[in-house]
């Protein structure tokens, strides 16, 4: 056995091709079992393996290593047998029979009588890649991916079939749906369906209720300092430094969109790295101070105005500074109102936000679901003591992207994983034109027109699903690329063209529907 080739994917990750799914199973044995100098996490897929490193350093390193790993065997089967009802009225069911010839009754009967085995996760939590045990539904992806599937919606791409734990974006051919949760933080596994296991489809004989998730509620305030929110605008969401080593159960790292605006307001509040914020849209936010707190707003631009407690006659309402410390006493409301400039704005209060952990982080994750619930008004947000040693920082200057004279900003790029599927010119292509921002973009990704020619592959197979790096270009068939940002899916069936290097990623973060965007391969530090 061999690696077959080593792929760049953006500043610090690796691709790597292997010759068949066995072998990718064995690597990621051995990687698992011995991690390499700086490896943060692994994705397995159907023939290769994501590795993401802290470092560009350490995944230069890996790439001189990985050809001389002794690999062994991939692990044995040691799975359960699942069984999932499904209701076949999905969409695409009349389109999957016309591409394969069958009628829809004969889908239905070519999905249930064969058993699917689970061999990789990814995507997102509890999603599952079922490798079929003949090529009878082998079809292709939509040419252009929905925004929106519905939850537990069975689905079909390639030799693959997939049960969508939870709403999401997806290009896969839907067939129906099921019932059945595929993702319960409260089960000790809480992937129902993890690699190694077998899956049955049957059809469901009836229908079964399920109740809609209870308005949100908070529990009853315990705590003495904090913040209370009065209004939390567009979207107010809690984000840390983001979480990491769930790659093969598809949980993606999250945690704040524009990373260098986060450590900016942690900093100007003496917080440690990692501490939770609340990450604001627009810069639409109205927050109560229950006791006295000192507060830092960095990112996208706003008007902060602090109106004195009620009752307080001694006091005038006072403007305070972006990218400053300031205080917020008890019972003060700052008022935040957007300027247009930047898109997400930071909000740090010294000491932390002490929101409960979900797999090691605090970050809500809007793809999958896992983490704090999108703040509401009237809830309370506690704030831990401050650690001793760490002081208050002094005023910044502001982090945002500055466009051209043109208006248009700049990204730069790594060509790859993926740019041999566009020939010789398409990584020309990508960088000789602008493209915009449309406003179907949100944290899991950007989404991508332009005025000029979309990309055009020159290899126009089926590419079987892989792990994708943060900042990934992905180009569906439609020609036009999506920018993976924060909530990205862990795997992706569309080649990756070229990845944003980590240093632009915030930038990118802080563009509003409507920019404009020019890719460059220009040389940078790092780039070697």
């Known amino acids: 056995m061999s690696i077959t080739a080593i792929h760049r994917a953006g500043s610090h990750d690796l691709l790597i091709d292997l010759p068949s799914l066995d072998d990718v199973l064995a690597l990621n044995s051995v990687l698992e079992a011995s991690p390499l100098a700086g490896q943060k996490d692994i994705l397995a897929a159907a023939s290769t393996v994501l590795v993401k490193f802290d470092a560009a350093a350490n995944a230069a390193k890996a790439a001189k290593l990985l050809p001389a790993l002794e690999l062994g065997a991939a692990a044995a089967k040691t799975g359960k047998l699942v069984e999932v009802p499904v209701h076949y009225d999905g969409e695409d069911l009349a389109e999957v029979a016309e591409l394969t010839g069958l009628s829809i009754e004969a889908v239905i009967t070519a999905h249930t009588s064969q058993r699917w085995t689970a061999a990789f996760g990814g995507f997102a939590p509890g999603f599952a890649y079922l490798r079929s045990e003949n090529n009878l539904l082998n079809v292709p992806r939509r040419s252009t991916p929905r925004t929106k599937v519905p939850a537990l ?82 979207q107010s969401l809690i984000q840390d430094a983001g979480r990491s080593g769930y790659g093969n159960l598809g949980v993606g790292a999250a945690g704040a969109a524009d990373k ?10 003496g917080n440690p790295a990692g501490a939770a914020v609340i990450e604001n849209l627009a810069g639409m936010l109205s927050v109560e101070a229950e006791g006295d707190q000192v507060l830092a707003v960095s990112g996208a631009e706003a008007d902060l105005w602090i109106t004195p407690a009620e009752g307080d006659e001694l006091r005038e309402p006072r403007q305070a500074a972006m990218n400053a410390p300031f205080a917020l006493l008890h019972g003060e409301r700052l008022e935040m109102n957007g300027t247009g400039k930047g898109l997400r704005s930071y909000v740090a209060v010294r000491g932390s936000l002490d929101m409960t952990l979900t797999l090691g982080s605090r970050s809500t994750d809007t793809l999958s679901g896992l983490g704090p619930k999108p703040l509401a008004a009237g809830q309370l947000l506690p704030v831990l003591q401050p650690e001793h040693g760490h002081v208050v920082g002094n005023p910044q200057p502001s982090t945002l992207p500055v466009p051209d004279a043109q208006g248009v900003f700049t990204l730069r790029v790594v060509p790859g994983p993926r740019q041999n599927w566009f020939g010789d010119d398409g990584i020309k292509q990508l960088t000789s034109q602008t493209w915009q921002v449309t406003s179907e973009s949100n944290r899991v990704g950007i989404r991508l027109a332009t005025e000029g020619t979309p990309l055009q592959r020159g290899i126009h197979q089926e590419l079987p699903s892989e792990g994708v790096a943060l900042g990934s270009l992905q180009v569906p068939p439609s020609g036009l690329p999506v920018l993976f940002l924060a909530d990205h899916p862990v795997t992706g069936g569309y080649p990756v063209i070229a990845t944003v290097i980590e240093e632009d990623l915030s930038f990118a973060a802080q563009l509003p529907a409507g920019s404009t965007i020019r890719f460059s391969t220009e040389e940078f530090e790092g780039s070697k």
């Open 153 to 234: 919606s069975v689905a079909l791409a390639g030799e693959y079939s997939a049960v969508y734990p939870r709403q999401s974006p997806g290009g896969w051919q839907l067939i129906g749906h099921t019932d059945v949760p595929m993702w319960d933080l409260d089960r000790e596994n809480p992937a129902l369906i993890r690699p190694q296991d077998t899956v049955q489809f049957t059809v469901a004989t009836e229908a079964i209720t399920v109740m809609s998730e209870p308005a949100q509620q908070h529990a009853p305030d315990t705590a003495s300092q904090g913040l209370r929110i009065l209004s939390p605008g567009l």
């Open 260 to 269: 260098t605006s986060y450590h900016q307001a942690n900093a100007l509040v």
